[in-house]
């Protein structure tokens, strides 16, 4: 019996079994349009969270329920408590309203900016030779893109139109000559629309090369998932995991690069300074390092 209670005793003293760490919730937007570099940027994440397990311990995602436009997603991360990650290019309303983290995701493939056209203008593409030839043409933009302030800081004719599906039929319409996209979201959305809106084109007489970086951007009070996933993405870079998943999705989009009949013409991103490629450039396409190198000359 007195075995049996200084058993007990000892036990007592003995601190309680910790209990298992509880996962970090981590909550993303919704996706209603599927596109490649949101669904990349999905796996991108996940990615750096499973890496950074380690070191930070478990984690959950958990996608929002209903899709929210970009601005929307800035609000939310501004607040806190509800958003906890999103991915945006960096603008001065982005870096005041949530915690960028300084890992270029897209490795500076969105600093190629094409152009859907219609073929009934193409003579017109075809003559456009610089900076100030493109000024005579009116581009579509939608409301909150980085592109649009760049666009209109260089003095371009900028129509604004809704969000993202009312700016095909506005161009197909004729209420402007030229829609900018990404290099990697020009031909999948000509696709998609040329049988609701045929007649449309990718203009491959020239496209703009500005410098734009991608970033997730954290909530403002969540900065130790910002330090998470800075650490997960740097070893990503290292360990070759995010070139192999960058390649998957983004392949078949380098080709176009390679198109030597497209001209670049560089318009300098006034929504950055040059320290933003400064810090960038290890993680950048050689590419968007060789063409930004060319500009500063």
Not at 109 to 127: D, I, K, N, T, V
Request: hydrophobic content about 45%; proline content about 7%.
């Amino acid at each position: 019996m007195r075995r049996l209670l200084a058993l007990l005793m000892l036990l007592a003293l003995l601190p309680a079994a910790a209990a298992p760490p509880q996962p970090q919730v981590v909550t993303i937007p919704h996706m209603e349009r599927e596109s490649p570099h949101r669904i990349y940027a999905d796996r991108l994440l996940e990615l750096a969270l499973a890496l950074s397990r380690d070191k930070y311990g478990p984690y959950s995602v958990v996608q929002q329920r209903e899709e929210t436009v970009i601005r929307r997603q800035l609000l939310e991360l501004a607040k806190g408590g509800g958003l906890s990650v999103a991915t945006a290019m960096p603008t001065q309303e982005w870096l005041d309203g949530a915690l960028p983290v300084r890992v270029p995701i897209m490795r500076g493939l969105a600093s190629f900016r094409f152009f859907l056209g219609r073929q009934s203008e193409q003579p017109l593409y075809a003559s456009i030779r610089t900076v100030n030839d493109l000024r005579a043409l009116s581009i579509g933009q939608g409301p909150g893109w980085s592109t649009a302030k760049i666009l209109g800081d260089h003095r371009f004719k900028v129509v604004y139109g809704g969000a993202h599906p009312t700016l095909i039929p506005m161009l197909h319409s004729g209420r402007f000559q030229l829609l900018m996209r990404s290099v990697y979201e020009v031909e999948p959305e000509l696709r998609a629309q040329s049988e609701a809106h045929p007649g449309l084109t990718v203009v491959d007489d020239f496209a703009v090369f500005t410098y734009m970086p991608m970033y997730f951007f954290v909530a403002k009070d969540q900065p130790r998932l910002a330090e998470r996933l800075a650490y997960g993405l740097k070893k990503a870079y290292a360990n070759g995991q995010l070139d192999r998943l960058f390649q998957r999705y983004f392949g078949d989009s380098l080709k176009l690069l390679k198109n030597k009949k497209v001209r670049f013409l560089h318009l300098p991103n006034t929504n950055i300074d040059p320290s933003f490629f400064e810090r960038d450039r290890p993680y950048l396409l050689d590419a968007v390092v060789r063409l930004e190198k060319a500009a500063r000359r």
